[in-house]
């Protein structure tokens, strides 16, 4: 079974500052691992995967996170926060191929961004 | 743009009606997936398919029921709506690339 655990259910930030959300997983399998965005009243849009590749994973808007097997971690990071970063993010894992099994989701992080 | 559509976005219905939410891809995925999303929680897979005529259900029981006709057409349907099936519902689509998730369907029952 894999599960999936966010800190923080609300998190804020000044514009400028840095972001970090945090997402703790548990897997029986190596994980896949991502982070998705979602805007009010929109769908989900992947951030970024990790897919046992670099543990460092660039993804879109200037965010990033780290994939840290011993303390089974998978943080995201923005190192200077914007006023459209405001959103609800996802943590995510899967124990297949290229993410296109079953997902398993967190809580959500709902990003405040403070002018 | 979004490939992957669902209709209505929003929808307010009384109790007791059947209603039937769109998913409609343009993508020929064989995977399709609807997810619950209730506020401030995180989405549950409620219904799942692998292709035409295959459809299973997800981790989060539901009295929903699906169909796969068409590779594109995964609709989702509520034969008789309650207030606990207030939510939102999201559609997604995957291949070897990932998955691609429609805008949602705000659903009340009054």
């Known amino acids: 079974a894999q599960s999936v655990t966010q800190l923080g259910s609300h998190v804020s930030v000044s514009e400028g500052a840095l972001v970090l959300l945090r997402c703790n997983y548990s897997?029986?399998?190596?994980?896949?691992l991502f982070w998705y965005v979602q805007y009010p009243n929109q769908g989900l849009q992947l951030l970024l995967k990790y897919t046992s590749a670099a543990t460092l994973v660039k993804g879109i808007n200037g965010f990033e996170a780290e994939f840290k097997k011993s303390e089974t971690s998978f943080h995201l990071t923005k190192p200077s926060a914007h006023m459209s970063d405001a959103a609800e993010y996802f943590c995510a894992v899967s124990d297949a191929n290229f993410g296109n099994e079953k997902l398993t989701f967190g809580t959500g992080t709902r990003l405040t961004i403070i002018p | 743009e979004a490939d992957i559509y669902q209709t209505p976005r929003y929808l307010v219905i009384g109790t007791g009606k059947k209603i039937t939410l769109e998913c409609s891809q343009t993508m020929g995925h064989d995977k399709m997936y609807w997810y619950q999303q209730d506020p401030g929680m995180e989405l549950h897979l409620i219904h799942y398919s692998y292709g035409v005529n295959s459809t299973e259900k997800g981790d989060l029981s539901s009295e929903s029921t699906v169909s796969r006709i068409r590779t594109e057409h995964f609709p989702l349907t509520l034969e008789s709506a309650r207030p606990s099936h207030t939510s939102q519902y999201l559609c997604?689509?995957?291949?070897?690339?990932?998955?691609?998730f429609g805008s949602g369907t705000r659903l009340t029952v009054v």
């Open positions: 997604a689509s995957t291949s070897n690339y990932g998955y691609t």
């Open positions: 897997s029986s399998v190596p994980p896949y």
